[in-house]
């Protein structure tokens, strides 16, 4: 039975909120990892 979704092009992917967060994220690894890790410290408090 075929799948009732449409599937999106990549481009539309990449253009969207999910790719330009990934792009951030790994243009910036070291300043995403220190907010996540703070972030997840503040929490613990």
Sequence with gaps: MPSMRKTKPSE??????WGKLTRWVMRRPLE???TI?????ALTQ
């Design 12 to 17: 539309e992917i990449e253009n969207g909120m």
């Design 37 to 41: 890790v703070l972030a997840l410290l």
């Design 32 to 34: 995403f990892a220190v």
